[in-house]
Every structure is written in structure tokens, then in C-alpha cells.
């Protein structure tokens, strides 16, 4: 095989790995790296068409080959590295994904759970509240009741208390009248004792003073005669 085939099959070499390598590159869909390949794309264009020049450009370039594929190898191996160690961030994210989605569901049922506790027990609170509305509503009707019958039966009262009063006035009213007739009926009979009483303590005022008149007389007449029995 002479240089030249070498020379071709090297090439070909160079070509396929570098495909290989730029096929990597863009499943992994970095930009940089993207940049790169096409700076490189560039570098195989203008190295295949010196190396099919003259040999000692081929020689030279040759040299350059083996340099680029060192350097494409060492590349690989990097970007193998890169994708074994984005595989395993990829696999810790999806765990950490997994976990994540793990806990949501956890915190969505223990927030499900919490809001059905909250919402029985809002309907329980709501419930109990309309038992004790419902509850201080009769007792206030209750109330209510009972005050209307103590009313009823106050007016009752009232109505026999008036009629009591009115009976009463109306026994009053005829008692002082009798009371009144009596007051006459003694006062005129008072009256009269009195008039009677004046009348005869004038009689006996006159009687007195006739008495006293004919017991002056006496007493004259039994002096004088005494007066004269001493002289005789």
C-alpha cells in the first residue's frame, strides 16, 4: 500500500471519528460544545484539502493528524465523562424528582385530609350553631308564650280588680251616703237635744234666780224680824 492510500485511509480515519465524535456532541445539546464542532467542521475542511497537496505538507499535516486525533480521543473520553456524570446528575434529578412528586402527593393528601377535617368540622360547628339558634329560639318563644299567657291573665286580673273597685266604689259610695243621712239625722237630733238643753237650763236659770229672789226675801224678812224681837 503506497503513501498516498495511507495517507486516505488516515483521512477516512480522522473523518469518521470526528463524525462520531460531533454526533456526541450534539446529543448532548450543548451550545459551546456545538461552537466547537463547527470550528473543528472547519479545521477537517481546510486539513483534507492541504493534505491532498504535496507530501511533505502531507507529512507535516500529518503530524497534526495525529495531534488532532489525540487531542479527539482525549475529547471523547472527556465528553464520555461529561455524559456519565450528566447521566448520574439525570438520575439523581429524577430521583430527586421522584421524591419531589412523592412529597407533593403526601402534602396534597395531607392537605386534602386537613381541608375534609377543617370542612367536617366547619359543618359540625355550623350545625351545632343552628341546634343552638334553633334551641335559644323556643326557649325565646317559649319566653315569648308564657309572657303573652302572664299578659292575658294580668289583663284578667286587671279586668276583675276593676270590677272589684267599681263594686266597691259603688258599696263606698253608698255606705257614705248612708253615712252622710246618719251625720244629718244625728245632727239634727243634736239639735234638737241642744235646743231642748237651752231651753231648760234657761227654765232652770229663771227657777234659780226666783229661788235666790225668794230666799233674799227670807233672809230680809228673818232679820228683821229678829231685830225686832230685840228691841220688843
Known amino acids: 500500500m503506497d503513501l498516498h492510500a495511507q495517507y486516505e485511509i488516515a483521512i477516512q480515519r480522522m473523518v469518521n471519528l470526528f463524525v462520531e465524535f460531533t454526533k456526541k456532541i450534539k446529543a448532548m445539546k450543548c451550545l459551546t460544545l456545538e461552537k466547537l ?29 495525529r495531534t488532532c486525533q489525540k487531542d479527539l480521543k482525549m475529547a471523547v473520553k472527556d465528553v464520555d465523562a461529561l455524559r456519565c456524570s450528566l447521566e448520574e446528575e439525570i438520575l439523581k434529578f429524577n430521583e430527586f ?5 412523592i412529597d407533593i402527593a403526601k402534602e396534597e393528601s395531607i392537605s386534602r385530609s386537613i381541608t375534609e377535617m377543617a370542612k367536617k368540622k366547619m359543618a359540625e360547628q355550623i350545625e351545632k350553631s343552628e341546634h343552638e339558634i334553633m334551641r335559644i329560639c323556643k326557649e325565646h318563644q317559649n319566653k315569648v308564650e308564657l309572657l303573652r299567657t302572664e299578659i292575658d291573665s294580668f289583663d284578667e286580673k286587671i279586668k276583675l280588680i276593676n270590677a272589684e273597685n267599681a263594686t266597691r266604689e259603688k258599696d263606698l259610695r253608698t ?29 232652770l236659770t229663771t227657777t234659780n234666780n226666783a229661788l235666790k229672789e225668794e230666799q233674799e226675801e227670807l233672809r230680809v224678812r228673818k232679820n228683821t224680824q229678829f231685830h225686832y224681837h230685840h228691841i220688843n
Open 97 to 101: 424528582k421522584e421524591e419531589t412528586i
Open 37 to 65: 464542532i463547527d470550528e473543528l467542521n472547519i479545521f477537517k475542511i481546510l486539513i483534507e484539502k492541504e493534505m491532498r497537496t504535496t507530501p511533505m505538507i502531507r507529512k507535516t499535516y500529518e503530524i497534526k493528524i
Open 175 to 203: 255606705t257614705r251616703l248612708k253615712i252622710q243621712n246618719k251625720a244629718i239625722e244625728v245632727l239634727a237630733k243634736y239639735d234638737r237635744v241642744i235646743g231642748t238643753k237651752y231651753k231648760l237650763l234657761e227654765k
